[in-house]
């Protein structure tokens, strides 16, 4: 119970209070939303990307291991949307959002918190979480950004358009750096770190301002299978990956909460950015984060017991 609390009043109910401050000030104010994607997208997402990969600091062996899981658990939950947009015969922007409100996940902005509240500040345990973020992070702005981009302007232009976007390079040159061991001058460095730590504030008020302006009634059946997807089976598909690979302790516990991390805000921002669907990432992601204070306690309460230490 003290758990369910913790995550509700510490971690959901900030990043709840800046969706509702966007939804409040988008009803005030009218955003210019084309404005305010472009913005995320071309200057907030690069910085946290840069920062995210600069700071990492891992072993091969975790390495390894955690990117073997990330990418097996992702091609499982890509299957699993994929055949279900075949089933039900979406059309072909609705399925990039469908399946980017499934794979796509807040493990920055929600889940780096989450892990140091459960794991009392485990260096251990962080450091598996930046590889996730990290993994996150390459996934959204590689197959994500071409998933959403392909369905309105098709493959070979959403290709041109990637490699003309800011955060691609921004993730060579954080990696480039992080191998390297340079220093960052400050001057690059402050201006950076001070966009990336914007990032949560900046696109969570994004989605309330989308929010204010659709209906939450509208594809809300299709907005609760993306959450169930999303918060109950990707966990128990991380389950038996962890069981097939053999992992234990603070690694499959870590990767275990991971997995439940609510959809990524940055899948509402591409579906807004292309014109997939946005209302439907929106409501996907608000709906996802508000059950997530129930699905995130109870896989934090079983990873313990799942895979003791």
């Known amino acids: 119970m003290s758990f369910f609390w913790i995550t509700a009043q510490e971690i ?8 509702a401050i966007g939804a409040i000030l988008h009803r005030a104010f009218h955003f210019d939303m084309n404005t305010l994607s472009k913005l995320i997208l071309y200057f907030f997402v690069p910085s946290i990307a840069f920062v995210k990969i600069y700071e990492a600091s891992l072993s091969p062996t975790l390495l390894v291991q955690v990117v073997g899981f990330l990418l097996l658990q992702f091609v499982l939950l890509l299957l699993l949307t994929e055949t279900i947009g075949k089933l039900f015969s979406f059309s072909r922007g609705f399925r990039a959002s469908f399946t980017n409100s ?5 493990n920055g902005n929600i889940g780096i918190p989450v892990n ?6 485990d260096p251990l345990a962080m450091s598996i979480q930046i590889v996730v973020v990290v993994f996150e992070i390459l996934v959204t702005f590689t197959f ?20 003309r976007l800011p955060v ?19 001057m ?4 950076a770190k001070h966009a990336a730590d914007g990032m949560l504030a900046i696109a969570l008020v994004s989605i309330g301002a989308q929010i204010a302006s659709v209906s939450l009634k509208k594809q809300t059946w299709l907005v609760l299978v993306s959450s169930m997807l999303r918060l109950a089976v990707s966990p128990l598909i991380a389950f038996g990956v962890i069981s097939i690979l053999g992992l234990e302790g603070i690694t ?36 996802s984060t508000l059950l997530s204070t129930v699905t995130l306690t109870l896989c934090i309460t079983l990873s313990s017991q799942l895979f003791p230490s």
Do not use: C
Not at 12 to 19: E, G, K, Q, S
Not at 102 to 106: A, E, Q, R
Not at 116 to 121: K, N, S
Not at 188 to 191: F, G, L, M, Q, R
């Open 168 to 186: 691609l390079y921004a993730i060579l040159l954080g990696l480039l750096l992080n191998l390297a061991q340079l220093d960052i001058p400050a």
């Open 144 to 163: 994500g950004l071409l998933k959403a981009s392909a369905a309105t302007k098709g493959l070979s232009a959403s290709i041109r358009h990637f490699f």
């Open 102 to 106: 499934v794979v796509l996940t807040n």
């Open 252 to 287: 499959a516990q870590a990767l275990f909460i991971a997995s439940a991390i609510p959809t990524s805000r940055n899948s509402a921002s591409l579906a807004l950015e292309y014109g997939n669907e946005p209302e439907f990432a929106a409501q996907a992601v608000l709906i």
């Open 116 to 121: 140091d509240l459960a794991f009392r500040h």
């Open 188 to 191: 690059i460095w402050t201006p």
């Open 12 to 19: 959901i109910a900030p990043i709840i209070v800046l969706i």
